[in-house]
């Protein structure tokens, strides 16, 4: 989710969005296609030549490989770009049991931290 909120560059938000866009645009667009293409496709079977049924059903394959085609590369892009973000933006806080001998703020100096207030971004492990 943080990553959908800030996945990056400008480039990186608008080409995220563009092809959210055109997958919400594109999906519906092609299945209707497809669907007119195979019922025209059966129409010209029943009622005349074969040709243009197999010329119908060609198209609709090509439809269909080229839409696949086209959201496996557009996912695979932005694995990518979610997996690089990832890499740079990963935030942990360790928890340290508490002592009953050393107050916290002891227990902090030893280890060298600073006490701070946790980040809204930062993930308890």
């Not at 400008?10 to 563009?18: C, I, K, S």
Request: aromatic share 12%; proline share 5%.
């Amino acid at each position: 989710l943080q990553w959908l909120r800030n996945p990056g560059p400008q480039h990186e938000r608008r080409a995220l969005f563009g092809d959210m866009v055109c997958f919400l645009f594109i999906t519906p667009l092609a299945t209707i296609s497809g669907w007119l293409c195979l019922r025209g496709a059966v129409d010209h079977l029943h009622f005349s030549s074969r040709l243009e049924a197999v010329g119908l059903i060609a198209l609709t394959v090509a439809l269909f490989t080229i839409y696949l085609f086209w959201t496996l590369v557009s996912f695979r892009y932005h694995c990518r770009l979610y997996n690089e973000w990832r890499q740079t933006n990963q935030r942990m806080i360790l928890l340290t049991p508490k002592s009953a001998n050393v107050p916290s703020t002891q227990l902090q100096s030893l280890l060298g931290l600073q006490p701070s207030e946790r980040n809204s971004k930062e993930t308890t492990v």
